[in-house]
């Protein structure tokens, strides 16, 4: 059973489409985050749900839209995709509080805004 | 703003050759220096979280120690399967991961 999995591992879209990658943890964790990972391989926090309530929300376009239906999935909705947004973009969750196993994350999804 | 540096950006090794990576780090209330391994196409997979200077971990041929500033992660003997790139994150009182850029580890037959 995959932990943290996320969907559509690959997605190629034209500039100005409106895409969503999902997310779902089968692990009991009440966190979620968002990270992207860029060309250079760096991962930065977009956006952090607890319990449904979003708690981290880094500088980011107001084209990104997080969704959290439930504690166990977080979807990111993206309108209007620019050229700039190719990155591939990883899904993680953990249980809130408690650091002794770190994040789990997802195999990512790779975006490509052609 | 909490910051997570990490050098070399990529270093070749002979397998069997031992070396260590580092990582500095400033990070407001540091509640934990975490270690994690990504594989090519894969996501980061979760290998130490220290706590407090002078804690160390091991795990088969690594090894993590952490001090006020900086944390080192040790691999004595390496073989080509520990190639992977290597992260370095904190976190601090923000709940925030903050990354470093990672470290290329390649090692040879």
């Known amino acids: 059973d995959t932990a943290v999995s996320q969907t559509p591992k690959y997605l190629v879209t034209q500039m100005g489409n409106d895409k969503s990658i999902k997310c779902e943890q089968n692990?009991?964790?009440?966190?979620m985050y968002w990270y992207k990972q860029d060309s250079k391989k760096f991962l930065k926090i977009m956006f952090s749900y607890n319990n449904k309530e979003l708690i981290i929300n880094e500088t980011v376009p107001n084209r990104f839209s997080p969704k959290s239906p439930d504690k166990a999935h977080l979807n990111l909705h993206i309108n209007s995709l620019e050229l700039g947004d190719s990155a591939v973009y990883f899904c993680?969750?953990?249980?809130?509080?408690?650091?002794?196993?770190?994040?789990?994350f997802g195999s990512g999804t790779r975006l490509t805004v052609v | 703003e909490d910051q997570v540096t990490q050098s070399p950006e990529a270093l070749r090794l002979q397998e069997g050759e031992s070396s260590s990576l580092n990582c500095s780090y400033t990070?407001?209330?540091?509640?934990?220096l975490f270690w994690y391994r990504q594989d090519p196409g894969k996501g980061p997979e979760f290998l130490f979280t220290?706590?407090?200077a002078g804690e160390e971990k091991e795990k088969e041929r690594l090894k993590a120690t952490l001090t006020k500033k900086e944390s080192f992660l040790h691999i004595t003997a390496p073989k080509p399967e520990d190639s992977a790139t290597y992260l370095c994150?904190?976190?601090?009182?923000?709940?925030?991961?903050?990354f470093g850029k990672g470290t290329k580890l390649t090692v040879n037959p």
């Open positions: 692990l009991g964790h009440d966190t």
């Open positions: 993680a969750s953990s249980l809130w509080g408690s650091i002794n196993y770190g994040y789990t």
């Open positions: 994150a904190g976190q601090g009182g923000s709940e925030k991961l903050v």
């Open positions: 990070v407001s209330g540091l509640r934990g």
């Open positions: 220290l706590y407090s």
